[in-house]
């Protein structure tokens, strides 16, 4: 299929070529011409499958054949009826289409990629509405009513609540990686966002999956969506070489890292840590050692996010130092490796860590450095995406540990309980190994407590809104 054939107009097709995109990926050769009928959608995809084009070009296609809004900053000094003394009052803003999406990176990715899209469209005004910016600048770029909203919630809910924004016009409602959204514990503000729109929108809803909480919200706010499913494929990230190396400490670890990184094939490296001074440790650290490094995480502010994210981009910086949330989304088509210096506090965090790389078509590797302990987590990570990561050594380097036996299986009594123990007292079996037939060698070991790192409530949790506005 080609774009011409999605149905999309000209004044698209022409910045899609200039974009040099030659054809629709698969969920944007299902989503475009069902979006563009006017069609719910819940697509289940990951980031790096296009789903960025998918629902705005549909949108911008809308959108563009729409009539120009007159600018109206000031609806009672426009009819002549209030004193000139008293302070211009504002009207909201009121959006034909509004894009929720999890994280502050994501929602500049989608409002740079609306710019790149709808270049061609004059009058189009997209705006972003993130959680640690400034609120007087935001309400300002409010004011020009612009067309496009692309938001994180909490930070909507805030103006919403101050009278700045109107949903009444609204026609298209986006839910950017939903799944995400309710872990972060954003579900309260989407359903008052989402009952403060139309009925009669059009919604499109993407997720990496479409069970549990977010299937049932997804159905709640969706009419007869059509249902288009481009995960598996993602999820397995064919196009990405996983490895794993067990380390004996941390000055194992380190020095391991460091031998990695003078790989002459990496181009730029993500390296993702635990905890946001781990990262600021890490990437000090790196650059002492040489490496061009620089840390990315929740607690620097929104313009030094931006300024890091922009070096990477412009290949300025060569290892990135990031946590988990803060690099969420990244999309830097040049990141060749992704190293999980610390393993991810979920197994799910993990597909989206390593799919920071092979981006855009590219092969990437994402190396793992594991201490033996971490065992269980590592076969929760292979149950998750159900393939074995390849245990790796590199000569001179080799971990002296070696990974604990596994615990001799105690003979079974009738009945199926270890002999010499009551069912109440014996609950389960020590060291009975969860489903895993990949790798029988390693160790049945507890998982080590998760070490802090961005903050976030687990899948399902609910915060309060003060907590949700600062992370959104
Ligand atoms: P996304 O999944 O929306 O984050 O997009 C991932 C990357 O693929 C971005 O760098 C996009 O610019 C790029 N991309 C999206 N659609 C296409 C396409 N049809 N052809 C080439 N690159 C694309």
């Not at 054949?65 to 009826?81: C, E, L, T």
């Not at 490796?337 to 092969?363: C, M, Q, S, W």
């Not at 159900?386 to 009594?413: C, D, L, Y």
Request: proline share 7%; hydrophobic share 40%; glycine share 8%.
């Amino acid at each position: 299929m080609t774009f011409a054939e999605t149905g999309l107009q000209e004044i698209l097709l022409k910045a899609l070529a200039e974009a040099g995109y030659q054809e629709p990926t698969p969920v944007q050769a299902q989503a475009i011409p069902a979006a563009l009928e006017g069609r719910d959608l819940l697509v289940s995809s990951q980031t790096g499958s296009g789903k960025t084009a998918a629902f705005m070009l549909p949108a911008l296609d809308r959108l563009a054949a729409q009539p120009r809004r007159p600018f109206v900053p000031d609806a009672r000094r426009a009819s002549g009826k209030e004193r000139p003394s008293s302070r211009p009052r504002l009207q909201p803003a009121r959006p034909r289409m509004l894009v929720l999406a999890p994280t502050r990176e994501l929602a500049l990715q989608v409002t740079a990629a609306t710019e790149k899209y709808g270049r061609h469209i004059r009058h189009l005004k997209a705006v972003a509405i993130l959680g640690g910016m400034p609120y007087p600048k935001q309400t300002m770029l409010l004011a020009r009513n612009p067309e496009i909203l692309v938001a994180t919630p909490g930070r909507l809910i805030d103006h919403m609540e101050s009278g700045r924004i109107d949903f009444s016009e609204l026609q298209m409602l986006v839910l950017d990686e939903a799944d995400r959204m309710l872990d972060m514990g954003f579900i309260e503000d989407i359903e008052k966002i989402v009952a403060a729109t139309p009925a009669d929108r059009q919604t499109l809803l993407f997720s990496a999956t479409l069970d549990g909480a977010v299937g049932r919200i997804a159905r709640e706010i969706t009419r007869d969506p059509l249902q288009i499913s481009i995960a598996a494929a993602h999820t397995r990230h064919e196009n990405i070489e996983q490895r794993l190396h067990f380390v004996d400490d941390l000055a194992h670890k380190n020095r391991l890292l460091d031998h990695l990184l003078r790989d002459a094939n990496i181009d730029q490296a993500l390296v993702f840590t635990a905890t946001k001074r781990e990262a600021d440790t890490l990437s000090d650290r790196l650059n002492l050692a040489g490496f061009n490094a620089a840390p990315l995480h929740g607690d620097m502010h929104q313009g030094a996010r931006n300024r890091t994210l922009n070096a990477m981009r412009r290949g300025h910086i060569r290892v990135l130092v990031a946590t988990d949330v803060a690099a969420r989304g990244i999309d830097v088509p040049t990141i060749t490796h992704v190293f999980n210096y610390d393993l991810p506090k979920f197994a799910e965090d993990y597909v989206h860590r390593i799919g920071r790389t092979g981006r855009a078509g590219r092969d990437g590797l994402a190396i793992s450095l594991v201490n033996h302990a971490e065992q269980f987590a590592v076969r929760k990570i292979e149950r998750f995406t159900k393939q074995t990561i390849p245990v790796e050594t590199v000569a001179g380097h080799e971990p002296v540990r070696r990974p604990a036996a596994k615990p001799a299986k105690p003979a079974r009594a009738k009945g199926g309980w270890p002999t010499g123990e009551t069912r109440k007292g014996a609950g389960r079996p020590q060291g009975k190994p969860a489903a895993h037939s990949q790798d029988k060698s390693r160790a049945y070991a507890a998982p080590r407590s998760p070490a802090g790192g961005d903050r976030r409530a687990p899948a399902g949790a609910k915060r309060s809104g003060a907590a949700q506005r600062r992370a959104g």
